[in-house]
Each structure stands twice: as structure tokens, then as C-alpha cells.
């Protein structure tokens, strides 16, 4: 069972919130990544990014028939 309070939890649900909005391409992720480095820094950017990775790399166990 998954802790929907944790930290890990709703790292995961904002990568996935991201990709659902169409941050997929490189220009638009890397727009995204600016932003966030500009508003929390550098390691939240990339730990976005990592996540974002990761959510697409499974993206047919959470997105499902939405593909």
C-alpha cells in the first residue's frame, strides 16, 4: 500500500501532473526546468526531472488504456 502523505508520494503525483499537461518535449521540459530551478533551485529541478523520467517510463501502468 502506497503512504499518500509521504514526500515520495506527491513527488510522484507532480511528475505525473506535468507529463499529463504536456510537458513532454524537450523544449517545453527544459522551460519547465527553468522555472523551477528560478522558484526552488537546482536539486528540485532535477529531482523533478528525475521523477518526470521515471512516471514516463511507466506511464502505461498509470496512464493505462489513456495511451
Given amino acids: 500500500m502506497t503512504d499518500t ?25 527544459g522551460a ?4 523551477v530551478t528560478a ?7 532535477m529531482r523533478l526531472l528525475d521523477g518526470m523520467r521515471r512516471q514516463w517510463a511507466s506511464r502505461r501502468d498509470w496512464l493505462g488504456a489513456d495511451l
Avoid at 39 to 44: I, L
Wanted: glycine share 6%; aromatic share 8%.
Fill in 5 to 29: 502523505a509521504s514526500e515520495e508520494w506527491r513527488a510522484t503525483c507532480e511528475a505525473r501532473d506535468w507529463l499529463r499537461k504536456g510537458y513532454t518535449t524537450s523544449d517545453r521540459v
Fill in 39 to 45: 522558484e526552488r533551485g537546482e536539486d528540485a529541478a
Fill in 32 to 35: 519547465l526546468m527553468a522555472r
